[in-house]
């Protein structure tokens, strides 16, 4: 007899939340006082780079997440949620497996190493599973991990336009696409390469992308976000829509896993958030700075269109909520938001994958939205971690 995911299970074994999180908190709470005991669907939505130290939802200056807010009213809202470790590769093979990096291993592509994780564990409770995601580390992780029937979506599906040559040539070999796309476009030297190629190549490139970029340059007057390093452009409508469109039309019960690049860098918000954020406010500079450092000018710069790009991500987000709201999918899906790291703007430093632990790096929202969409916020307080 397969094993029923109720909602004690779910909250244990998502690996979001530790065990040791005390049930009597919150079961007498209306959110989750009519929940069903029929097996029930799970959307997991991770945006990336996407630190709570910025969000005013935990009482950062800036209003950048009004919206999320708003909906918290429906959600349990973790406080203190930390991402294991401040870059891609190993915040996300904790969150698929529950692991801490010094056990899971994961650093880097040669050190993928399968264990047990989210899909197995739902996999073998026969739930569907379908997964997406932006980010090409992530998307490696998740192919690693994959199990038997999951359905892995391309990341190009949801791209703005195929990559003219790599996408096509090197579609079975990830890292040489990488390499060879890197190569030639972001002028590293480690490899030889043609002296006139990277030239013509890049040439070219850019003209095909103005024609892609043309009909989005309105609305993002910057270009469109993008993937850093890459000519991987894409816009969040199109992964959202096709979420509204299929999510109800799913086989269930299912676990449907979307890892999204905002507001990772570079920050590319709508241009109606380019300048929310022209205040004039200086966060205090940081004592002990990290050797060669930026300027303190250039950091308040870049941690302003973070927080634009924040609030973008705010704005879309609540968008979709209330769009499946609508179709009534969440009426029987638990819906888990979080991150899997943040970003640094102090101590001379703007960015992540450093060697540092600070706050803002491993600060991550979490909320859980539980079946039914009843209001009655649960706000837990206790220390917890991916």
Known sequence: MMKMINRKDFLKLSSLIPAQLLWSKFKSSPLLRHQSPQKQNVLIIVFDTWSGENLSLFGYRRETSPELEKLARKAIVFHHHYAAAPWTMPGTASLLSGLYPWTHRVFDFDKIKYSQNIFG???????????????????????????????????????????????????????????????????????????????????????YYQRVLAPYMERYPEEPPVIAGSSDYFVLDDPFNWMVDTLPLSPKPFLHYYHFYPPHGPYRPQKDFMYRFEDGWEPAEKDFPFPGPEPQRKINRRRREYDCYVSDVDAQFANLYRRLEQSGILEDTWLVLTSDHGELFERGVIGHSYITLHEPLLHVPLLIFPPGHQEGRIDIFDRTSA
């Not at 490696?140 to 994959?146: D, G, H, S, T, W």
């Open 121 to 207: 564990f739902f996999s073998a409770a026969d739930y569907f599973i379908q997964t997406y995601t932006h980010n090409p580390l992530a998307d490696e992780l998740i192919n690693v991990y994959a199990h038997e029937g999951q359905i892995r979506i391309p990341r190009e599906q949801f791209f703005l336009a195929p990559d003219p040559y790599f996408h096509e040539a090197l579609e079975r070999d990830a890292e040489t696409f990488y390499l060879a796309r890197h190569q030639i476009f972001m002028n590293e030297t480690e490899v030889t390469n043609s002296l006139f190629l990277p030239k013509i190549v890049r040439a070219y490139h850019r003209r």
